[in-house]
């Protein structure tokens, strides 16, 4: 296990399909967040697991995405009805508790077309 | 409201002087800042951190300097290699959640 890992790395879609991305943490690790990244822009917090229990989730987080992550281990993002101001880059990062930091995977760029 | 601001969207230095990286925030319930390279088409590298009772770190070529008094840290690196072209963001860490920057381009030129 050499770090974290999302797929698709890409995807793109039309407007009004649905997406979903996974992210496979590094396996000792017990938490996994989800961050958006826009052009120009630093990657902004979307929510976290610890465990299998989503503890916090941003208002960035419309109900139109919707994030799990059974037994604790991989997580899965989805986007329902996609619109064009979805496209970003949707990176995942994952730490063990009661440290700071985060460990980022490669990201899924989604263009929503 | 921007918390972690980094005010300079690019820097330019050459091979084998000193770049120094700077970030400002608003907060001062910040507990922890990181510093993370990015090159494209990959996600954010963690490269050092600090606590906020400290006021430097130092990891190699790699220093973050913390002053809470004026809630600005800085990265320095020394000597810049051109494999130290990325872009950097500052994070600082607000309870379980990393608040970022909007980054600065490094380019080291022979």
């Known amino acids: 296990d050499t770090g974290v890992s999302q797929n698709p790395r890409h995807k793109i879609t039309k407007r009004g399909q649905n997406v979903t991305f996974r992210c496979d943490p590094i396996s000792e690790h017990n938490r996994l967040y989800w961050y958006r990244q826009t052009l120009g822009q630093g990657p902004e917090f979307l929510t976290y697991f610890q465990n299998e229990a989503q503890l916090e989730k941003s208002r960035l987080l419309s109900d139109r995405f919707s994030a799990e992550r059974p037994k604790g281990s991989f997580s899965t993002l989805e986007i329902q009805r996609t619109e064009q101001g979805d496209s970003a880059m949707y990176l995942c990062?994952?730490?063990?508790?009661?440290?700071?930091?985060?460990?980022f995977g490669p990201g899924t760029r989604l263009t929503v077309t | 409201d921007q918390q972690v601001k980094q005010n300079s969207p690019s820097l330019s230095v050459q091979e084998g002087r000193i770049s120094i990286l700077n970030c400002d925030y608003t907060?001062?319930?910040?507990?922890?800042f990181l510093w993370y390279k990015k090159y494209p088409a990959e996600g954010p590298t963690f490269l050092i951190s600090i606590s906020s009772i400290k006021d430097k770190n130092e990891d190699g070529r790699f220093t973050v300097f913390l002053n809470k008094s004026a809630k600005h840290l800085s990265l320095h690196i020394v000597p810049s290699q051109p494999g130290d072209s990325a872009v950097y963001f500052c994070?600082?860490?607000?309870?379980?959640?990393?608040?970022f920057g909007t980054g600065t381009r490094l380019q080291v030129f022979p």
């Open positions: 994070a600082a860490a607000n309870t379980d959640k990393l608040i």
């Open positions: 907060n001062s319930m910040f507990d922890y």
């Open positions: 990062a994952s730490s063990s508790q009661m440290v700071y930091e985060q460990y």
